[in-house]
């Protein structure tokens, strides 16, 4: 069965930077994009990035551009968030989420467990 | 960036009664929208795509419709499980954006 395990969360400072990774098995993962999506607390969900199949196409949203980069290693099945210039308003928990589907984007049939970062002085 | 209201904020009903959630696009997004549950403490769960397609395991008292700018989810009769938050998200433009969601509480 599909399985996503995130890890590489914690407590960061202000300006710091993170990586966090996403460990797939149980499906083909180079044959999907894939995605990010976090929540802060106690809020709702915000898609942060997209990486297609072969890590040539990538889409962030407005919020991460410039500051976050989405990569991933299709020789070890892992997704990966690197996060530089981080703000208070990055806390949250980050989500790597494998769509239904390849091709066009695709809602999302699974969920990693989520990885808690945390932005604080 | 489509913006997706959700109404509305809270619905508070009994085990048994007809829950009825709104998803409101800013711009057409044709039938490219998908429901999500989420459960305190658990990773959200898809329920619904493409406006209307129950996702594999998905109840059938689970149901969606609308396409253009306006979808409904309904839970036919709540069980006790059903109580949670609801997101609607659209796959048709980027940036993908979610809805704000909709608690389903006990009455």
């Known amino acids: 069965q599909v399985q996503l395990v995130d890890s590489g969360g914690g407590v960061v400072q202000p300006g710091g930077s993170l990586r966090l990774s996403c460990a797939a098995s149980g499906f083909s993962f180079s044959s999907y994009g894939m995605y990010w999506v976090r929540q802060a607390p106690g809020k709702g969900l915000e898609w942060v990035a997209f990486v297609g199949s072969t890590e040539s196409y990538t889409q962030y949203a407005d919020s991460v551009k410039g500051r976050f980069t989405i990569s991933r290693d299709n020789s070890k099945n892992t997704l990966y968030l690197q996060m530089n210039s981080l703000k208070s308003d990055d806390t949250a928990v980050y989500f790597c989420?494998?769509?239904?589907?390849?091709?066009?984007?695709?809602?999302?049939?699974?969920w990693g467990q989520g990885s808690l970062v945390t932005v604080s002085s | 960036e489509i913006v997706l209201t959700q109404s509305p904020a809270t619905l508070s009903l009994s085990p048994g009664e007809r829950a009825t959630l709104s998803c409101r696009a800013s711009?057409?997004?044709?039938?490219?929208l998908a429901w999500y549950q989420q459960k305190p403490g658990q990773t959200p769960r898809l329920l619904i795509y493409?406006?209307?397609n129950r996702a594999t395991g998905i109840p059938a008292r689970f149901s969606g419709s609308g396409s253009g700018t306006d979808f409904t989810l309904t839970v036919s009769s709540l069980e006790p499980e059903d109580f949670a938050v609801y997101y609607c998200?659209?796959?048709?433009?980027?940036?993908?954006?979610f809805g704000g969601g909709t608690k389903v509480e006990i009455k």
């Open positions: 493409d406006a209307s």
């Open positions: 711009q057409s997004v044709s039938s490219n």
């Open positions: 998200q659209q796959r048709s433009n980027w940036p993908l954006t």
């Open positions: 989420a494998k769509p239904r589907g390849g091709g066009a984007p695709q809602p999302f049939d699974s």
